[in-house]
């Protein structure tokens, strides 16, 4: 990127809007992937004309052009893979209309996630999608990768909530799809096509929001295991038996061990797993739910607390929500999965990370959202001893042919991106997999906008 | 199409399934919606092979292609408009595999969509998608369209239940998108971007379902008004109350007036419309919704009655899936729309209809899924009466530029087919209309899968 390129772009953006400084830009060099890859410029843009100018900009010099929300994202979506710009979208961060009588928001991507729910919950309203980063990651990033979070169980994932967009693409045009109605279906589904494309078919500058009425009661639990194949078998019979949590979320004893000094109480020694469970809905339904849990869980092997205030309550998914950041305490680095299989799989997948781990050598735990067959496998390594490294990532391929053999697939909300790339074809056939690509092509003919992520490059 | 190709094409289906004489052919020159275009063949394929050698051939030679489910369409998306080949789905009609511990089922095409629902509701099941048509129409045809039906409320609609597909491209290449678990977000989303593409991208032939379990108990009951506005205004009070019914279906005076005779007991001469809703949920749910509807209705100007048996409710939905068909005792044609517009606006539109009715001397009838905001408007007219005929067309441009202004759009549940293509700009911008037409260009190079359908012919 020339002189005369960034001279355009700081008259684009303001120069205060545009940095350059190797300091600066180291800071937009990784996400919550890792990496290492500093930009040649970082980019604060405030509005849809300086992203459809600066698209134009860049196509014509085929500048690598690299979304970033937060910068949470779990696969290397923000990370500036081929240098370029890095786009950050939090000056683009206001809530531009809450609609109560027709349950939608009208959002502009930077706006961070949980503080939208705060603001909704407020006025009685509920936008579901609850990735474990919420207090920091942005609407546009959960579009960019569909986030999905504990409550997609009951609620769904990001792609159930959003109805509609504004979205600027690689050549700088500026399209609009989608409804602010419940239904429609005029013309084709552009809106779906682009949840889930990481930043790289377009770059979203306004997201409609489906609503719903803010549930007037909960109730936490926790369920504690002495056996880890009792809890993951647990799943798939008590949603079968009606009751239907808003969360479901399993840890192994590994994934335990890392946070027990952070749950509200301590867990009788024996522990192996543990389900954090909760139900949601009117007073009388939650009440009704109640008491089908209890009376399911009575003749069952399982020890059943309840969590019996909110402090409590926070301090559990405070726990939860640490377990990945809190893995690092077992070794340096690790290989994050987010693999889904068929509900019924489950406990055969567990079983086959637990031999995996043995035959590698390596600690791997498992924890996740159980209630819709969502598992997290985190593979701990030190990256610095190069053997255990090559086990790593032998554990990694061994787990996504199981999971492709067990009917499932690759990732439930974190993407490809750069980790998963050489595995896509494990899971999409080569003619999907050309379709894809042509799409790509099609939105991006110079491949501008994040390359180098999902697709392997030539 | 000459007699090589035909007989090429006998080689591929057998000759028994390929017909071409004139009186044969004229059974599938229309479809819902009307038309009068025999095809020069009609095709009957049996498996995915088939097709894709038909669609080779197809693209070869430049031969059109229309699929055809039950023909049952509401805006000509079955309608031979270039004559060509119909590729009627209906021995495709396997269900291929119910899978009760993942709530998943696979289906061809063919399947009728109320068979499949009757079938998975002896295990305990239910798939929700449910348009008027579902004792003919089929899940080909409803993915296709992207159908929706009265629990699309509390339920969605057709793309809430699809999570993949297998399909064949114009090109003749098959494809599988999508996966079968709860959550995945490997590559982009095709399998959102082909339902509701109306049959201009791809032919299913195969379908990936996801169930839900089927609720424990219902009520039924009909609301009834001396004053058309309280009805609606009464919708989005209702589901704000946090009453959420899994079905809100409106009828007007006009409607009511064609299918009173087939409602279970008679109405007071007074009522001036209806609302047939429908709770469920689990027993205790159920009771409690209801508790909630009566005391929310009690100081409402609203007569509530409850369907006391299943015969009776049987007879209220018989009544209610009547109102299209039964329009004709009025005029015989009809304008049929299914217009969406956010909840709160529904009162303007259902003035703005009388008020058109009104100038332009014209019968129109309002009906159908008020909980989501997506109105049947039935403009009744005698097509050989052209001074109506014009005036049924302005009644329709009218109500389309008052949907758009009130942030509605032109279809909920129908598509847009040949009935609205001129249509579609006023709600879809140049930019997002040419990257649709871009898309379907990468899927059909030659313009052969169902020519003349969304898009307007050059």
Not at 18 to 28: G, K, N, R
Not at 141 to 160: F, H, I, L, Q
Not at 415 to 425: D, V
Request: glycine fraction near 8%.
């Amino acid at each position: 990127m020339n002189k005369e390129i960034l001279k355009q772009l700081g008259d684009i953006l303001g120069r205060d809007h545009l940095l350059t400084a190797p300091e600066e830009l180291a800071c937009y060099s990784f996400d919550g992937s890792g990496g290492d890859v500093p930009p040649q410029a970082v980019a604060f843009p405030e509005n849809t004309t300086q992203i459809s100018k600066i698209m134009q900009l860049a196509n014509k010099y085929r500048i690598p052009i690299v979304p970033r929300g937060a910068g949470s994202g779990m696969t290397g979506g923000a990370v500036p893979l081929k240098q370029g710009l890095v786009l950050v979208m939090n000056r683009m961060n206001r809530i531009l209309e809450i609609d109560r009588d027709n349950m939608i928001a009208v959002a502009e991507p930077g706006v961070i996630t949980g503080e939208l729910q705060a603001t909704l919950k407020k006025q009685g309203l509920m936008y579901p999608p609850d990735p474990a980063s919420l207090k920091f990651c942005t609407l546009g990033g959960n579009a960019a990768e569909c986030a999905g979070g504990p409550s997609a169980v009951k609620y769904g994932v990001t792609r159930d909530y959003i109805i509609g967009c504004e979205a600027v693409m690689p050549t700088g045009k500026i399209i609009t799809t989608g409804v602010r109605t419940e239904k429609g279906v005029t013309g084709y589904d552009l809106t779906h096509l682009l949840i889930g494309s990481e930043g790289t078919l377009v770059i979203f500058t306004k997201l409609i929001l489906r609503l719903l009425p803010l549930p007037e009661a909960g109730k936490t639990f926790l369920l504690l295991f002495t056996c880890i194949d009792q809890a993951v078998q647990l799943v798939a019979e008590l949603l079968q038996s009606g009751i239907m949590p808003c969360t479901m979320e399993y840890m192994d004893h590994t994934a335990i061990s890392v946070v027990r000094d952070r749950l509200p109480s301590p867990l009788p020694e024996k522990t192996e797993a543990l389900l954090l469970l909760e139900l949601d809905g009117s007073r009388s339904e939650v009440q009704q739910q109640t008491d089908r849990l209890r009376k399911f869980l009575a003749a069952r092997p399982v020890t059943l607390q309840e969590a019996e205030n909110e402090a409590q309550r926070q301090r559990l998914w405070q726990a939860r929500r640490s377990i990945s950041p809190a893995t690092f305490s077992l070794k340096p680095h690790k290989i994050s999965e987010d693999v889904v299989v068929p509900r019924s799989k489950i406990p055969t997948l567990v079983r086959f990370t637990s031999t995996l781990a043995e035959k590698l050598k390596l600690i791997i735990l498992t924890f996740g959202h159980a209630g819709d067959g969502n598992i997290h496998v985190n593979i701990m390594i030190d990256k610095n001893d190069p053997e255990e490294y090559k086990r790593g990532q032998e554990a990694k391929k061994q787990l996504f042919r199981q999971v492709i053999t067990l009917g499932g697939t690759l990732s439930g909300e974190h993407g490809i991106g750069t980790t998963k790339a050489t595995f896509l074809s494990l899971e999409i056939t080569p003619e999907t997999l050309e379709l894809m690509w042509d799409i790509k092509q099609l939105f991006d003919p110079n491949n501008i906008l994040n390359p180098g992520k999902i697709f392997i490059d030539e």
